[in-house]
């Protein structure tokens, strides 16, 4: 897995694709060569019979400890996404099939949801739309069962940009996907700040969130500029602190943007990230200068409890 995560963060997805091929068909998984639109139906068919011959009593089925399977779901979530930008739709379609069809017959587990919400995904269409959506909001209730932080935003992009938008009033989508995008800037800058304290345990799993999060917010970016901008710069700022070796542009950058939006508190976020960043590489004056831009901000916003923050960081660097 640390591997198909370097190879993830490079961009180069076609070998991500030739590593998790090489893997499944290690673990007995079938790999075609290739597959066409007939083919793809055939399969989306099958998974559906499956799901619905196994009831919903299937979802309250006693969670696996099967880790083959586990990691199996994994490279599978990892070669279907792979195959989306360097293979054919048909074959997007098999191997999210083949995902949910190995959950199904094998076990539940924490990465069934998504399994079953890339599947609803890529085979949606009129006629099987409703079933897809009762699947979909099957995977969603999942969230009971497993802890699925850290999954959220590319659960909710599924679900509720791909799927949920038939059934649902359009509001209450575009509601959601700002939850998602949300939740992408929160577990990636929490993400960002437990790499930063070094926590091994916990490194590589948040390194594959903030990977998700930057990715879904350029995304965001791409389509809405005024509203993702600012977002997606202030992750790239830290993403890049890691390594302590780059001036404060991008966070400037997303200070900049933020403040043209006129979202004054995530304009306070991107400056109190900038000062703290400052303080770690020993540049108090920059710090002191971010910091007093953020507590302005937050003061502006109404948020006392920041505020108090942000002062008790001023004060220790006045101090």
């Not at 909001?137 to 909710?156: G, H, V």
Request: neutral net charge; aromatic residues 10%; glycine residues 4%.
């Amino acid at each position: 897995m640390l591997l198909l995560l370097a190879l993830h963060a490079q961009g180069k997805l076609n070998d991500v694709y030739d590593t998790c091929s090489a893997i499944l068909t290690e673990l007995g998984e079938s790999i075609p060569e290739s597959y066409n639109l007939s083919m793809a139906t055939t399969v989306i068919d099958e998974t559906l019979k499956m799901y619905e011959d196994a009831g919903e009593e299937w979802l309250k089925s006693d969670a696996t400890v099967d880790k083959t399977l586990r990691n199996t779901l994994q490279l599978y979530k990892a070669i279907t996404f792979a195959s989306f930008f360097c293979k054919s739709h048909s074959m997007v379609v098999y191997f999210a099939s083949k995902a949910v069809q190995l959950s199904l017959s094998r076990g539940i587990c924490e990465h069934t949801p998504l399994s079953l919400l890339q599947f609803t995904a890529v085979a949606i269409k009129d006629d099987n739309a409703m079933m897809c959506y009762r699947i979909a909001k099957n995977a969603l209730s999942l969230r009971e069962r497993f802890d699925l932080a850290t999954q959220i935003p590319e659960l909710y992009m599924n679900f509720y940009g791909r799927v949920a938008w038939r059934f649902e009033p359009f509001q209450a989508g575009v509601h959601k996907l700002r939850q998602c995008l949300d939740a992408g800037l929160s577990s990636g800058l929490n993400s960002l700040g437990l790499i930063r304290k070094k926590k091994k345990s916990e490194v590589q799993l948040n390194k594959e969130v903030v990977r998700v999060a930057i990715a879904a917010m350029k995304d965001a970016a791409d389509n809405s500029d005024w509203n993702f901008s600012n977002k997606f710069r202030l992750l790239q700022a830290e993403h890049l602190s890691l390594n302590k070796r780059h001036d404060t542009f991008m966070y400037d950058e997303s200070i900049e943007s933020a403040r043209k939006s006129g979202f004054i508190h995530e304009q306070g976020l991107a400056c109190e990230k900038a000062g703290l960043y400052c303080k770690d590489v020993l540049n108090m004056e920059k710090a002191l200068e971010y910091l007093n831009q953020a507590r302005e901000c937050y003061e502006k916003w109404g948020s006392d409890i920041k505020v108090a923050f942000i002062q008790k960081e001023l004060d220790a660097l006045k101090g």
